[in-house]
């Protein structure tokens, strides 16, 4: 992995609904939902994470095996980069 540290934006806020979490951007209005897992990766990122962190929270939280949460993760910080979640500090 690398050092590099992650961290949410704080162009979206968000709530709890039922079992989901709902965001929205205040700059442009748009909307989305987030699972479990994303939920547990955006309150990670509420300060600068490596990805090695985000794994390691995510391992303590759910039953999930290394290979697939190191998986999961990558694939995740990608969709939130291109979505303009988080990104790199």
Known sequence: ???TLWQRTDKWVGTEVED???MINLETGTYLTLNATAN???????TPQTQDAVEAALLARFDVMPTDCTTAVTSLLA???DMKIA???
């Open 1 to 3: 992995m690398t050092d």
């Open 20 to 22: 989901s979490f709902v």
């Open 40 to 46: 547990a990766v955006w309150d990670v990122l509420e």
């Open 79 to 81: 969709k939130m980069h």
């Open 87 to 89: 990104g790199p500090v």
